[in-house]
């Protein structure tokens, strides 16, 4: 097999990006996705478009999956006999949880192929450009094997060996960027109701939303199990959320979002937090 050659499978906005940083790079690159027009730009220049999965997996030795979850992958990898997974690697860079993670590299272990997790942290525009990362995790040999491939698309954070690992972080990843992202679309509706454009507030939200200085300070304190109120006390949490949730409700603006978290506050504060820092809801927030 060509060793500059590879399979994307899934087609839609990452897939489609990543065969192009591989065509871009020289690749021989098969495609297939359950939709078969998608493909029509990409062999327009120059990818093979497989017929069947069973072509596509038996195309390369590298299959690189872009699915929307696990899900989608048990329901296309099925469609080809096990035969055609023997002896490959297959990257998954399809999101889902750490479990189902293990669970499918073991699921293609049984079928002779070696799954490396992935995790894209990057969007689309991002693939192949300098300083796109994904998370990887799985056995260091394959990574290694198939290093320059996936370099081609983004730079590699290999977590460890347990095909879990680079789910789990990509997971933890999400958790912050929607929450964080949704706080930006929920104070700009404010904002607008005030009269301020989102012009206006780039700035101003660009600065409120660099946690750096903030992470810095309290990860070294809550590994040592530090939850100290001598900075930020969980009580003054309460009151400025609630001043944030009168602000919110005065503006015509939907105060579900403030108001959950002015719940959580609370809930620390009724169990004994008041005085503590917010880090102290870690231990709210564990079941």
């Given at each position: 097999m ?11 906005p ?11 790079s ?34 390369n030795?590298l ?12 329901a296309?990898?099925?469609q080809?006999?096990s ?8 990257a998954?860079?399809?999101s889902?949880?750490?479990?189902r993670?293990?669970?499918?590299a073991?699921?293609?272990a049984e079928?002779?192929?070696v799954?490396i997790?992935g ?24 990574i ?11 730079d ?9 690992l ?15 992202i949704?706080?930006y679309v ?5 904002a607008e109701a ?30 040592a ?22 602000t ?6 939907d ?7 002015l ?6 504060v009724?169990?004994?937090h008041?005085?503590?820092?917010l ?5 709210v927030?564990?079941?």
């Amino acid at each position: 097999m060509n060793t500059k050659s590879v399979t994307v499978i899934g087609l839609g906005p990452m897939g489609q990006a990543m065969a192009d940083a591989y065509l871009d790079s020289g690749y021989e690159v098969t495609v297939w996705n359950r939709t078969a027009g998608r493909a029509d730009r990409l062999v327009a220049r120059g990818a093979r478009r497989a017929r069947t999965v069973e072509a596509a997996l038996t195309a390369n030795g590298l299959v690189v999956l872009s699915l929307t979850d696990y899900d989608a992958m048990y329901a296309i990898l099925e469609q080809a006999p096990s035969a055609a997974l023997a002896g490959r690697t297959v990257a998954n860079l399809t999101s889902d949880t750490p479990e189902r993670a293990r669970q499918a590299a073991a699921w293609l272990a049984e079928r002779g192929a070696v799954q490396i997790t992935g995790g894209v942290q990057v969007p689309p525009p991002g693939i192949g450009k300098p300083g796109a990362t994904t998370y990887y995790s799985g056995p260091e040999s394959a990574i290694e094997a198939h290093r320059s491939a996936l370099e081609v698309l983004t730079d590699i954070d290999h977590l460890g060996e347990d095909p879990g690992l680079a789910a789990l972080f990509y997971q933890i990843g999400m958790d912050m960027f929607w929450t964080g992202i949704l706080s930006y679309v929920h104070a700009q509706a404010v904002a607008e109701a005030n009269g301020i454009s989102a012009e206006r507030f780039l700035p101003n939200a660009v600065k409120t939303m660099d946690f750096r200085y903030f992470l810095e300070f309290y990860a070294p304190r809550i590994a040592a199990g530090n939850h100290e109120g001598d900075v930020d006390r969980l009580a003054m949490g309460v009151a400025s959320m609630e001043h944030v949730l009168h602000t919110v409700e005065a503006s015509g603006v939907d105060g579900s979002l403030p108001a959950a978290v002015l719940d959580v506050f609370r809930r620390g504060v009724a169990a004994g937090h008041g005085q503590d820092s917010l880090t102290s809801l870690i231990e709210v927030l564990r079941r």
